[in-house]
């Protein structure tokens, strides 16, 4: 059992999973490339927008470690509890949120889960009415993107609970 260091009481709370695998360490030509398209897809993206992408691909993809580093990171830029708890039910939520990142979290999902099929082309034209082709073709390398950060982080059981918000800025 460990204490968890989030939690205001100190209760004690289930031991951490260990790391399979730490990823970066073994392979840091591919977790350099990935930092570098990071930084590339985040260009010209509004900031709360980029952090909910984020966050909704990874509760699509179940990937903890990334849940707790965007989630902090989203707070810590202003964004509001109510939005960010909001987002895993954004269909029955719509209000919390305006038609641009509505069309971006659609498109998040259709993007995440590709074993649904492809990507819907009214999916897809509704992203198009809101972001023009610099900004789309940004909002997908970011989709994408996180995506790939999730494969890692869920694969390798990578730890979540110990972010620090900017971190790995």
């Known amino acids: 059992m460990t204490t968890h260091t989030d939690d205001p009481k100190s209760q004690q709370h289930a031991a951490e999973v260990p790391v399979r695998l730490n990823w970066s360490q073994h392979a840091p030509e591919v977790y350099k490339a990935m930092m570098r398209l990071e930084t590339a897809a985040r260009r010209g993206l509004d900031p709360t927008l ?3 992408v984020k966050i909704r691909a990874s509760q699509l993809n179940h990937c903890a ?3 707790d580093m965007h989630t902090k990171d989203a707070l810590a830029a202003g964004e509001s509890v109510g939005r960010i708890v909001q987002l895993a039910a954004w269909e029955e939520s719509r209000h919390f949120y305006t038609e641009k990142e509505l069309a971006a979290i659609e498109l998040t999902e259709a993007v995440t889960v590709l074993t649904d099929g492809f ?5 897809y034209e509704k992203a198009a009415k809101h972001f023009d082709e610099p900004e789309l073709a940004q909002l997908i390398a970011a ?4 995506n790939a ?3 890692f982080g869920v694969t390798c059981r990578m730890t979540p609970g110990h972010y620090t918000p900017g971190q790995h800025a």
């Open 50 to 52: 980029y952090e909910l």
């Open 65 to 67: 470690f990334c849940l």
């Open 119 to 123: 990507v819907p082309d009214e999916v």
């Open 149 to 151: 950060w999730n494969r």
């Open 143 to 146: 989709i994408t993107t996180i």
